[in-house]
T-cell receptor
Framework: DTEVTQTPKHLVMGMTNKKSLKCEQHMGHRAMYWYKQKAKKPPELMFVYSYEKLSINESVPSRFSPECPNSSLLNLHLHALQPEDSALYLC?????????????FGSGTQLSVL | AQKVTQVQTEISVVEKEDVTLDCVYETRDTTYYLFWYKQPPSGELVFLIRRNSFDEQNEISGRYSWNFQKSTSSFNFTITASQVVDSAVYFCALGTDKLIFGTGTRLQVFP
């Protein structure tokens, strides 16, 4: 199994809603990532978890709250988002967080904030 | 500064044409990695290749080939005899302490 599975594939939410994005991998990877990708732009790193601990937070606003309940699961909790947060949110995993690690990406959640 | 530049924003070719996607990088690290990822319309980034900074051997995988030249800080990607299924956005990326993506090249292959 070399897949990273993300749910939901599409999400529309209002600015007052609370929602969560989910990501799952069963490759035994110990590093998991959240990226944000705006249209026609490259992915931008948001968070990195290493061995279930948050190791990198790229100064992401607190309305995005990551969680890693176990080594296979990664969540991104969303609250009070802004329309400019509309984007494709990609989850990725790698064996560990070394600089040469190959990342495996999910298909993403296309988020629209109204 | 760590940076990846993909000067070609969009390329359009007709099937069976060869196409080269350019990538130039900047880093002061002596040990680093270079990657190419493909992002089809489905959204998932698909890993294509990884090279480390000490291995300048060019690589060929089927219709894909990569030319790594440290002297010019370039890591170019060539698709030979392009096919419609090659249509995607291609990202070059630099792996140092983080993975830094270039801005991507959108390749459209027309039948």
């Amino acid at each position: 199994d070399t897949e990273v599975t993300q749910t939901p594939k599409h999400l529309v939410m209002g600015m007052t809603n609370k929602k969560s994005l989910k990501c799952e991998q069963h490759m035994g990877h110990r590093a998991m990532y959240w990226y944000k990708q705006k249209a026609k732009k490259p992915p931008e790193l948001m968070f990195v978890y290493s061995y279930e601990k948050l190791s990198i937070n790229e100064s992401v606003p607190s309305r995005f709250s990551p969680e890693c309940p176990n080594s296979s699961l990664l969540n991104l909790h969303l609250h009070a988002l802004q329309p400019e947060d509309s984007a494709l949110y990609l989850c990725a995993s790698s064996l560990w967080t070394g600089k040469g690690e190959k990342l495996f990406f999910g298909s993403g959640t296309q988020l629209s904030v109204l | 500064a760590q940076k990846v530049t993909q000067v070609q924003t969009e390329i359009s070719v007709v099937e069976k044409e060869d196409v080269t996607l350019d990538c130039v990088y900047e880093t002061r690290d002596t040990t680093y990695y270079l990657f190419w990822y493909k992002q089809p319309p489905s959204g998932e980034l698909v890993f294509l290749i990884r090279r480390n900074s000490f291995d300048e051997q060019n690589e060929i995988s089927g219709r894909y080939s990569w030319n790594f030249q440290k002297s010019t800080s370039s890591f170019n990607f060539t698709i030979t005899a392009s096919q419609v299924v090659d249509s995607a956005v291609y990202f070059c990326a630099l792996g140092t302490d983080k993975l830094i993506f270039g801005t991507g090249t959108r390749l459209q292959v027309f039948p």
